[in-house]
């Protein structure tokens, strides 16, 4: 039977669905008995949103712009692109020219495959609110501001999900380089793989040469003092036998 880490290898190799994948990789944690790995495939699956921005993974922080829908004049404005500055006091301290994403991968995808000219949007906080108050004040009755709302472009977004699958691959190379193809990581090896390719701790996973190709050679590979005296038997045995040999010959030719 293939297994689940033959699959995950598979689905990456093959750029399949990412949530799907990683479903498998929480699969594999619970399979391995490896907390580590379970627990960070769950939450790239599930998001960040119960976390604190600064909890958010760095990469998952892309740049944004602000835009604005509204009415200026006789016209009707879609789409505006207004600078931070533009905007109250109190709102420049909360927001910033980018934004952290803390959408599961499976909602990441879902808004690049309904996503229009290359933006997906996003609501700020108290936007309405900060609307009213911006009209209210602007002394200006020939513009309104209807909606303000941030807006990134799809390669950011796909950004963060080649992050991921990156990651994802990483780990995956990790964990095969000493588990067999039909097996499946042991926890300490999934472990290991998470501490160095995730968290950035710990070594790579690595497996002695002199055991691997013992193995490919079907048999263990022989040292120390028995080793040494079979080879010694070995040229002993080989010298007094060509030492019987010629004095055969020598003995049929008349020579002795």
Known sequence: MTSLLS????????????AGTLRKCVLLGG???SPSLRDWATRELKGYSDESTASIPSYRTVPSLLFVDGISGNYRIKGEAIALSSLPDFAQEVLREEIALP???????ALLRESEDGQIQFAIPSGMELARYMNGTSGDSYRWIERIYRAVGTVSVEGVLDHVRTVLAELVAEMRVSTPSSSEPSSD??????????????????????VRDSTLHGRPEESGFWTVSRKVVAAVVGGASFVASVLAVAQWQGWL
């Open 189 to 210: 090896i999934a472990n290991q793989a998470v501490n160095f390719v995730v968290k950035g701790i710990g070594s790579r996973v690595t497996v002695q040469q002199s």
């Open 7 to 18: 699959e995950i290898e598979a689905a990456v190799a093959s750029d399949a669905p990412l």
């Open 103 to 109: 959408q599961g991968v499976g909602e990441l995808e």
């Open 31 to 33: 399979k391995a008995g």
